[in-house]
RNA sequence: CGGGGCGUGGCGCAGCUUGGUAGCGCGGGUGCUUUGGGAGCACUAGGUCGCAGGUUCGAAUCCUGUCGCCCCGACCA
């Protein structure tokens, strides 16, 4: 391609919309062009970028056996009210957008195609013998974000590969599992990214077993924590960690204690000789659930730790065997405004009786009692007395009454020990998700009575994996991750084109002859060269050049007439003045081409 | 949804406090000079000042409403 073909329209200012280096970049290079929030047009540069991505996605995918197609977009309400998935996808704070046709039915409109997929496999796949298959498709996702932002990063809509698995059992679901990880390292690797792969949690999607693949960026949106070995690494939202051990708490005789004004663990704390972990703090929260009801739940953690609201939710869906729509602290207002005047708040105990509830109008009247391992391990603790300006303390859970569901919803931190190697502490970094693997188990098949027949003739429903690719994400990432202060660095293999030859002076014949030859001789061994013909000054080649981060530059200028040319790669800086042949003996190197 | 900020040629901004119907830099076009790191000079084109009301003799500027965009928060007792 000839730069003067190429429609480059390159900024010098950075555009007021963008904030992160990545995002101003591909502006300014004239990759991407907003049209409205979260909303963005490919242009020809980035194109390019995304569908050599694509190949290597469908490369790396075809050598494990899938199978590609190419799903609708548009998709009937039904399906999703039978997966149970609408009310939470469309209602609230849910990302799909939805919309009626002329007749009134309703439609989605496809943030994601489990539902999809799963109705089509079973109304064509019937029996074991058809097993295993895993079809995938890279195309287009609306999603409906509560806030846009960041370019490409999170974007109303956007590319996105998704890949879908359909087992007879669950060993060949794990099978595959695995084998998707390591074509999806095998993907992220070959596209020039650092990346890590971590545990992460289900969310939305459902299922057990999930893994995030993050390229490591400090502006990513997602907190890592990894061991220091790189054996274990966790999304925050999932990662497990060994507690600190607490200061014990002498076993004294139970009692109570006035404890006026002291509503906090630090007020607690100055004010008795105690130390945080020698606490239960009590928080109570309202969850709000796919069937409409608000259900309160009390929480009990030790004082030093936080809760991690993604595992509480998670618990609490899995206790009531519903999606949690939202979850929050009860708030004063709430209390005022449901007219309770001696709800204990800072004063809490896990045994806070339920009838606190019983005049509340709209929620269940039973709390929902979750105590994290942490508050349940402490032989003696303090806790709230459940009466305004009172604690117990030297307190037991047998001197409780009380039930409790006991699990971890305890937030990892980094520091923590690690739980495979207690001599590995946690650390932290961010990253930015560009890739989603899950095993989904039978959420899907069993809602959408999606079966098939066993080697022993029974029907079942199909066992299922799913694997995401966020495809434009994925070019936004390796920008955020490889640039310097004069522009883009694109990886060779998905940089828009590989190899950009500039003619310093375009009036001068001898540089254009030579830029040419070079120019067709680069393009008949297919290799991806920009040949920039543009009648500027030299100076605005290089910058453009530099901006949009073609990974290696010739330069036809100076030696031109003596048969000599630059050639210059833009990660290492390093320049060298080469013959012909030298150039493409290195560029054949580098490409691995034998023609050159 | 809540809070904050911003809407003025393609891009970045000034003007608004104290009303008098638009200006700078970049970019575009033409010409001359220049020619290895976003050139210089001259000329030139391009704007319903987001939109709708209102106040006023007169509104980019003041008032009301509305739409759009950007940022922060979705938080512990």
């Known amino acids: 391609m000839r730069v003067s073909r190429l429609m480059l329209i390159t900024l010098r200012d950075v555009p007021a919309e963008a904030d992160i280096i990545s995002h101003q970049l591909l502006l300014r290079g004239g990759f991407i062009k907003r049209l409205t929030g979260g909303i963005y047009a490919y242009m020809p540069l980035l194109w390019k970028v995304l569908k050599k991505i694509t190949l290597i996605v469908e490369e790396e995918l075809s050598k494990k056996g899938c199978l590609q197609t190419l799903l609708p977009q548009l998709q009937p309400s039904e399906i999703w009210e039978k997966s149970g998935r609408w009310k939470s996808y469309t209602e609230g704070e849910g990302i799909m957008f939805s919309l009626k046709d002329r007749q009134g039915k309703e439609l989605g409109l496809g943030p994601t195609h489990e539902e999809v997929i799963t109705q089509i496999i079973s109304q064509t796949i019937h029996s074991y013998k058809q097993l295993p298959i895993n079809i995938f498709q890279i195309q287009t996702k609306f999603r409906d974000e509560i806030?846009?932002?960041f370019g490409l990063m999170r974007s109303r809509e956007f590319i996105m590969k998704d890949a879908y698995s359909?087992?007879?059992?669950?060993?060949?679901?794990?099978?595959?599992?695995?084998d998707m990880r390591n074509a999806y390292k095998n993907i992220f690797t070959k596209c020039g990214l650092d990346f890590v792969c971590v545990d992460a949690d289900s969310g939305a999607i459902g299922g057990a077993a999930s893994q995030e693949f993050m390229v490591t960026a400090e502006s990513g949106e997602d907190l890592i924590l990894i061991s220091s070995d790189g054996s274990y690494g966790a999304n925050q939202e999932k990662a497990i960690s060994i507690i600190e051990e607490g200061k014990l708490l002498d076993n004294n005789k139970p009692s109570t204690r006035k404890t006026p004004n002291q509503k906090t663990i630090e007020e607690l704390c100055n004010h008795n000789d105690f130390h945080p972990s020698q606490i239960i703090k009590v928080l109570a929260y309202l969850a709000t659930c796919d069937d409409n009801k608000k259900y309160p739940v009390l929480v009990s953690i030790r004082g030093d730790q936080e809760v991690n609201d993604i595992k509480l939710s998670n618990e609490i869906s899995h206790k009531l065997n519903l999606n949690v729509l939202e979850i929050r602290i009860i708030s004063n207002e709430d209390i005022k405004k449901q007219g309770?005047?001696?709800?204990?708040?800072?004063?809490?105990?896990p045994d806070l009786s339920d009838d606190l509830l019983s005049k509340i109008k709209g929620w269940e009247k039973k709390f929902i009692r979750i105590a994290d391992n942490s508050a349940k391990n402490l032989k003696s603790?303090?806790?709230?007395?459940?009466i305004k300006d009172e604690h117990k303390i030297f307190y037991n859970w047998s001197l409780l009454n009380t039930k409790q569901h006991v699990c971890d919803i305890r937030k990892a931190i980094?520091?923590?020990?690690?739980?495979?190697?207690?001599?590995q502490k946690l650390k932290e970094c961010r990253g930015i998700e560009i890739g989603h693997i899950f095993q989904l188990g039978r959420k899907y098949s069993e809602s959408l009575n999606a079966t098939f027949t066993s080697d022993k003739g029974i029907e079942e429903p199909f066992w299922m994996g799913c694997y995401g690719i966020g495809i434009s994400r994925l070019a936004q990432a390796a920008v955020e991750q490889?640039?310097?202060?004069?522009?883009i660095i694109w990886p060779v293999s998905i940089a828009p084109y590989e190899v950009i030859i500039i003619i310093a002076n375009i009036k001068n014949n001898e540089q254009k002859t030579i830029a040419e030859e070079i120019y067709e001789k680069l393009i008949e061994n297919h290799i991806d060269a920009l040949l920039d013909d543009r009648d500027e000054r030299a100076g605005i080649k290089f910058k453009d050049a530099d901006l949009i981060g073609i990974p290696w530059r010739i330069v036809a200028g100076r030696e031109a007439s003596s048969g000599l040319v630059e050639l210059h790669n833009r990660k290492t800086k390093v320049t060298e003045l080469?013959?012909?042949?030298?150039?493409?003996?290195?560029?054949?190197?580098?490409?691995?081409?034998?023609?050159?």
């Open 381 to 386: 603790f303090i806790c709230g007395n459940n």
């Open 340 to 349: 309770i005047t001696n709800f204990p708040v800072g004063f809490m105990g």
């Open 578 to 596: 080469l013959d012909l042949k030298s150039v493409f003996k290195k560029l054949s190197e580098e490409f691995n081409t034998e023609k050159l």
């Open 166 to 178: 359909f087992h007879a059992n669950e060993n060949d679901l794990q099978s595959t599992y695995s």
């Open 147 to 149: 806030r846009p932002r």
């Open 482 to 487: 490889n640039h310097d202060d004069l522009g």
């Open 414 to 423: 980094p520091g923590d020990r690690c739980v495979h190697d207690k001599t």
